[in-house]
């Protein structure tokens, strides 16, 4: 029998944020999902980011994804730096007090990426370790101090080709200077949101994060 996901309202930073939490009682991991830009529209319920969450609750994953500050019914105000990132360690945080033990995934779209590559870097400074993140048409030019992503754990960025919204070229150019490993899926025919493309990402993410690991 399929669970499905619970709606709640978790304690964040500066107020409660809405989420939806799928737990998984034997979780081989657990998976935090982070949504695109929010003064753009972007919620948790985002078709790409349903995509990820679908997929990781398929490799047996518990998911949580959540509303940033003041999106949704999510308390606050957005804030589009630090304060988004603060909100998903919080999440993160709630999420590990629950599986303790568990592999950790970021996934992030977008606005997300940034959130996601950004709190990769914060965990690496708490001496969290990080099994995967990975990071989808990322906004990676505001990947700048004091944001950085992390030196450890297995990186995967995917960038459709024909993204109009962020600049494919700059992803390419910001995965290229990494000093750390990682790996790069260029989706031909895609544009940012993937359109007709949804199948196509999530045997993406199947191959390139949980195909060597589950």
């Known amino acids: 029998m399929l669970v499905r996901e619970e709606r709640l309202m978790v304690p964040g930073p500066v107020g409660d944020l809405e989420a939806m939490y799928l737990n998984n009682d034997s979780a081989q991991g657990i998976a935090l999902l982070c949504h695109p830009n929010p003064t753009q529209g972007g919620t948790m319920l985002n078709k790409v980011v349903s995509t990820m969450q679908r997929t990781a609750r398929d490799q047996g994953l518990a998911t949580l994804r959540f509303n940033y500050r003041g999106t949704g019914k999510s308390a606050g105000a957005h804030d589009m730096k630090s304060g988004e990132v603060d909100d998903a360690e919080a999440m993160l945080d709630w999420l590990r007090q629950r599986h303790p033990d568990a592999p950790i995934y970021l996934f992030g779209f977008s606005f997300g990426g940034f959130v996601a590559a950004s709190l990769s870097g914060r965990l690496q400074l708490r001496g969290i370790k990080l099994a995967h993140l990975c990071i989808v048409a990322p ?9 950085r992503i992390s030196s450890d754990g297995l990186l995967t960025i995917i960038q459709p080709q024909d993204d109009e919204v962020i600049e494919p070229e700059q992803v390419y150019q910001w ?40």
Do not use: D
């Open 139 to 147: 906004a990676v030019t505001r990947l700048q101090s004091p944001h």
């Open 175 to 214: 995965a290229e200077q990494l000093s750390r490993s990682h790996q790069l899926h260029k989706v031909p025919h895609s544009g940012h949101f993937f359109h007709g493309k949804l199948v196509e990402l999530k045997e993406i993410i199947l191959q390139q994060v949980f195909a060597a690991q589950l």
